[in-house]
């Protein structure tokens, strides 16, 4: 009789540990699937470079007006942007060759969920040549904008590691010095900007790993 009750108390301690463990393997799924984080979306919104537009007929004020857009496409984590970190290069076409023109700096901000952030920037060039010899010979101009940052999600209490944001993207300026096309350029990541990593899958394939082996 004895014999019998503890086999059927350690039949007992057994299925309420395979209960757990399995329990446990899709809580961990359903964390991950619901809480990932996305990246967030950059785009170029507005450019304008006063030099540039032929009817001031002045080449004197070289500033490179742009405004970039961040979305929080993420309906459950914000965002904490470190500084954001803009380049500007002139790209010429015809000779296939770029040259850096200025820098600028977003000072660091919280983006809420699903919110959109837009930020204006005015900055000065290196050189005023950089921007003149953007010029080609139709009137227009093909500039560069990189941008480069760090960003940690806030998931719920916590906030992830830090994570590289590395995109850019080309813009075309005409004869007004505006950007030529009314919508706004989406910028892409470039090969060195790293992916978002979780380690939920690993704690999802382990918990089921020891619940087959059990089995």
């Known amino acids: 009789m004895d014999q019998d009750r503890n086999r059927e108390r350690g039949g007992n301690c057994c299925s309420c540990c395979l209960s ?5 393997g899709l809580t961990s799924l359903f964390l991950w699937l619901s809480l990932r984080p996305n990246k967030p979306k950059c785009w170029i919104q507005e ?9 001031l007929n002045s080449k004197l004020n070289t500033t490179l007006n742009f405004m970039i857009r961040l979305d929080n496409p993420n309906r459950d984590q914000g965002i904490y942007y470190d500084d954001v970190h803009v380049s500007l290069s002139n790209t010429n076409t015809t000779t296939n060759s770029s040259a850096l023109v200025a820098n600028y700096t977003v000072p660091q901000f919280y983006q809420g969920h699903k919110k959109k952030a837009k930020k204006w920037g005015q900055a000065l060039p290196l050189n ?4 003149l010899r953007a010029v080609l010979p139709n009137g227009s101009a093909v500039f560069r904008l ?4 760090h960003v940690r999600f806030k998931v719920v209490f916590w906030k992830t590691k830090r994570h590289r944001i590395e995109v850019g993207a080309d813009v075309e300026v005409n004869g007004d010095g505006v950007k030529a096309h009314k ?3 989406r910028m892409k990541k470039s090969d060195s900007s790293t992916r978002l990593r979780s380690y939920f899958p690993v704690c999802v394939l382990m ?5 087959f082996a059990i089995l």
């Open 183 to 185: 919508k706004r350029i």
């Open 207 to 211: 918990n089921l790993l020891v619940f």
């Open 128 to 131: 005023n040549q950089t921007v």
């Open 146 to 149: 990189d941008l480069k940052t």
């Open 20 to 24: 757990f463990i399995f329990t446990a």
């Open 47 to 55: 450019f304008y470079v006063p030099a540039l537009n032929k009817s």
